[in-house]
């Protein structure tokens, strides 16, 4: 008599110590979740902002910075092969906006749980044309590292199946390359600040770091009035998280989940204690490639957890979809040459790109820290006369502090665009960033963008 197991009728179950090789189901559907709610901020941030910033009348007029590049480069086809952007073909007004609406809807696609690589490139070239054209406004370090984990998430997914759990498998080569971007970024992040500063070195970066900060946030008091002991442990706990832990993310199962959970863990004190836009939402994407399905099977709810383990079971392997991947790996291998060399370079730069796609880049945050705060405040009147015997009032802004007795708002990972650059501004001087003088006019002349 023939006697049938069980087993043999029901999906695979994800092992929590697996014997045969860990899946990735379940972290796909995380990253892709998690990937389609950045896109989604970062193009709302585009509504919101992209007009008075970089419009026909914005600080920095975009039809003014394309035909510089046009000029210096030699053409318009020039600039668009040093800086591919869907701006090149139009960019009144109306296409900064539509390009940010289209982009906002289709993130909502992805966070909603469907995402196939056609919807994830159109995504990824949309913000790029952002990154390429935004200058100033868009040249933090976290918005080509979007553009790189964007890159790498389209490979993800099949070529046309947009369900949460398609027949297809995450391929391996792919997760390996997350893996290896946040190898490069937390190991960059905490070389540039070994090398930096020496409050780092000494470990009381933190001591001034939560007041100096660009944007602090609600908790940033708080953080900054801990105990010097806490601070100083703190600063190594940073060094552990950049320094030790991206060395264990190709490990075996257990180093790489304790390496991934540090890391994450890392980001997230960031987040509660600063307004650092949705840099560290954004770190924590490719840090989820450490972590297998037998470890999200104990956190994710058991439905979602039956889905993935349903799909596992009548997967199907595609040679098209894991060629392209090793194709994607030996190009990205190719073009980390540099980065790493500028990593291991005692002249190290940070948040740097090397190819025209921003498909391998340098990162890094922090490398020097302020020990004093300085902040511009623009003031205005309304009386006839103005002068030292006038009421001046501050243009108080959305999220820079102005007034020291008021608790800073929550805003990550939104981000304030101008409020950044005013940051950076109030080190340096007008001739190193002239847009402040078109602002001051557009104050003097109540501009509603300004």
């Known amino acids: 008599m023939e006697v049938k197991n069980k087993m043999d009728s029901e999906p695979q179950r994800f092992s929590r110590m697996p014997v045969t090789p860990p899946s990735y189901w379940l972290t796909r559907f995380v990253i892709l979740r998690l990937m389609g709610t950045i896109y989604a901020v970062a193009f709302l941030v585009a509504i919101n902002q992209i007009v008075p910033l970089i419009g026909s009348n914005g600080l920095l007029p975009i039809g003014i910075y394309l035909k510089q590049v046009s000029d210096a480069l030699g053409s318009a086809g020039a600039g668009f092969m040093r800086l591919p952007s869907l701006f090149w073909l139009w960019h009144s007004d109306t296409a900064l906006l539509a390009v940010a609406w289209i982009g906002f809807v289709l993130s909502c696609v992805v966070v909603a749980g469907y995402a196939n690589a056609p919807l994830l490139a159109v995504l990824w070239f949309l913000y790029m044309s952002f990154v390429h054209a935004g200058q100033d406004w868009y040249g933090y370090g976290w918005e080509i590292q979007l553009t790189e984990t964007g890159f790498l998430a389209i490979f993800l997914c099949p070529l046309l199946d947009l369900r949460p759990f398609p027949r297809r ?77 991206p060395w264990f993310v190709f490990w075996q199962r257990l180093a790489r989940h304790i390496a991934g959970s540090v890391i994450v863990m890392f980001q997230v004190t960031i987040i509660l204690s600063g307004n650092l836009s949705f840099l560290n939402w954004l770190t ?166 300004a």
Request: with cysteine; proline share 9%.
């Open 169 to 245: 498998a995450p391929p391996m080569p792919i997760i390996v390359l997350f893996r290896w971007l946040i190898f490069r970024i937390m190991l960059g992040a905490g070389m540039i600040k070994i090398r930096g500063d020496e409050i780092w070195r000494n470990g009381t970066a933190l001591y001034y770091h939560f007041e100096t900060q660009p944007i602090p946030g609600p908790l940033s008091r708080w953080f900054h009035f801990l105990p010097r002991v806490v601070l100083k442990i703190g600063g190594w706990f940073n060094f552990l998280a950049e320094l030790v832990a």
């Open 284 to 449: 924590v994407i490719p840090a989820l490639a450490c972590f297998d399905d037998g470890f999200w099977s104990r956190l994710l709810p058991r439905a979602l957890v039956n889905k993935a383990e349903a799909a596992a079971a009548r997967a199907e392997t595609s040679k098209p979809m894991l060629t392209t991947a090793w194709v994607v790996t030996v190009v990205i291998g190719l073009l980390s040459i540099q980065p790493v060399l500028n990593m291991l370079s005692p002249g190290q730069i940070m948040n740097t790109s090397f190819d025209p796609l921003d498909l391998v880049n340098t990162y890094g945050a922090f490398g020097t820290v302020g020990q004093e705060r300085l902040n511009v405040v623009f003031e205005g009147t309304t009386d006839e006369h103005p002068d030292e015997k006038a009421n001046w009032k501050p243009y108080v802004y959305k999220g820079l502090p102005v007034f020291p007795d008021k608790r800073s708002p929550q805003i990550a990972p939104y981000q304030l665009r101008l409020d950044w650059q005013m940051w950076f501004a109030a080190m340096s001087s007008p001739n190193e960033y002239p847009w402040t003088l078109n602002l001051v006019w557009k104050l003097l002349h109540n501009d509603p963008g």
